[in-house]
């Protein structure tokens, strides 16, 4: 130990609290080169291009929100015009149907009237005919009848006038007593 | 030289601080261009290589250099810079991101094959580290607290009672301005300095009962060497980086201190 202890003394530079001189320049030398050329130099580069990454990120997810909501705003505007031409389509249906409900009622309308013209002229055909037999009948049967009372009663008939006065009381006697027993 | 003395004596004799730090020169005659020398310049070179290609010219999407790089510059930010500095952390990310990598690399030179030697085991090189952070603190803290404001805020922080200034404002003064940087030099020199002595003494064991005078009952202690020596380079490891962490949060804690006083 003793000559250790000598040994240390001796060279002197042993003692390693006690810094050597030409260390301490070499490391005050590559102390400053380093942090010139990583400190000054390449941090602040670093630091540029993080900052950027952080921009970018940042941007980036900025850009897919907008995205999203302008996809959502086009959602909605073509939600809105399905909805409209939806509604187009049930007012048009409506439409349609009143038309058609409409254009029946009056064809319906129409239709009736004809059938109705119709019968009204079939009525006052049936009614002409009636009319027509009836005075061909009258004249028919006042003939014969006078032809027959002549035939019972002779000659006396024979005057034109008296002859068709009673024959119209005779048949005005009859329609009466017929109405009668219609009614 | 340690070699020749191991060699030389029939007893197994732990190596001496003296044959593991004060190491001869590389090149006889040029007396300052020692191992640790060329190891402190070798690993300023090594840093500024490795910032140079990944922080040179940077991607927005990084390659596999600039991932870890970026990844050793988080680190330093988040968790050196940015809890003592907050907003003004960007700014000093330069200096700290230089003393974390630099010393960070001078100290993995201990267990990397062929160097094995942390640079920062001789104190000279944390020592320059620590008086240039320490010059900075004292320039910084009279630049924005005043001369009289920094000594001020240091010895008497306001809110205590009258009479622990007495007591208070001593040790204060010492221990921010005295004991301080040397703290700070020491703690990794200190850490450095044993660490790399355990590594050796554990290799030593593994060396000279394995291999110089092999016996049946020293095969054992020398496994036991060799175990302790895998065991210690893993833990060393961690101090290496642990330790250039620290040193690097001390100086944000320096700066961030003379920055806003209230710290």
């Given amino acids: 130990m003793i000559t250790a202890a000598k040994l240390l003394a001796a060279e002197g530079a042993a003692n390693p609290l006690i810094p050597h001189t030409f260390e301490l320049v070499v490391g005050i030398f590559s102390f400053l080169v380093v942090l010139f050329v990583v400190g000054k130099i390449l941090v602040p580069r670093i630091q540029k291009t993080l900052a950027e990454r952080t921009d970018a990120i940042e941007g980036g997810i900025k850009r897919a929100e907008e995205a999203q909501a302008e996809a959502q705003a086009l959602q909605r505007r073509y939600s809105e015009q399905l909805e409209e031409a939806r509604r187009d389509a049930a007012r048009l249906r409506e439409e349609a149907r009143e038309q058609a409900a409409q254009i029946k009622a009056e064809l319906r ?20 005919d009636r009319a027509a037999a009836f005075a061909q009948l009258r004249a028919e049967i006042g ?16 005057d034109e006038v008296r002859q068709s006065r009673i024959v119209d009381r005779f ?13 | 030289m ?13 190596p001496t601080p003296d044959e593991l730090f004060n190491l001869p020169p590389i090149i006889p005659g040029v007396d300052w261009f020692t191992k640790p020398v060329l190891l402190a310049m070798l690993s300023a070179i090594l840093v500024i290589g490795l910032c140079w290609g990944a922080f040179a010219n940077p991607k927005i999407v990084p390659g596999r250099l600039q991932n870890v790089m970026e990844y050793g510059y988080m680190f330093v930010r988040d968790q050196v810079a940015r809890p003592f500095l907050g907003k003004d952390a960007d700014r000093w990310m ?7 990598f630099l010393v960070f690399i001078w100290n993995i030179m201990g267990v990397i094959p062929i160097a094995q030697f942390p640079v920062a085991s001789h104190i000279a090189f944390p020592a320059v580290l620590a008086g240039s952070i320490y010059v900075l603190k004292v320039y910084l803290g009279m630049k924005h607290q005043g001369p009289v404001g920094y000594f001020k805020n240091l010895m008497f922080p306001p809110g205590l009672p009258k009479p622990i200034y007495l007591l208070l404002s001593p040790i204060e003064f010492l221990s921010n301005l005295i004991i301080a940087p040397f703290t700070h030099a020491v703690r990794l020199f200190a850490n450095m300095f044993a660490g790399h002595m355990l590594l050796a003494f554990f290799s030593m064991v593994g060396f000279w009962f394995l291999f110089e005078k092999l016996t049946p009952l020293g095969a054992g202690v020398g496994v036991i060497g060799v175990v302790m020596t895998i065991v210690f380079t893993a833990f060393e490891m961690f101090i290496q980086f642990l330790q250039a962490f620290l040193f690097a949060m001390l100086a944000s804690m320096y700066i961030g201190g003379s920055l806003h006083p209230d710290h």
């Fill in chain 2, 94 to 100: 330069g200096l700290l991101l230089t003393l974390f």
């Fill in chain 1, 171 to 183: 048949l005005d006697e009859l329609e009466s007593s017929s109405a009668q027993a219609v009614r």
């Fill in chain 1, 109 to 128: 309308e129409e239709a009736q009237a004809e059938a109705r013209r119709l019968v009204e002229a079939a009525h006052a055909q049936i009614e002409a």
């Fill in chain 2, 2 to 14: 340690s070699a020749l003395t191991v060699l030389a004596s029939d007893e197994f004799g732990a």
């Fill in chain 1, 143 to 158: 003939r014969l009848s006078t032809d027959l009372a002549g035939r019972i009663v002779g000659e006396s008939l024979e």
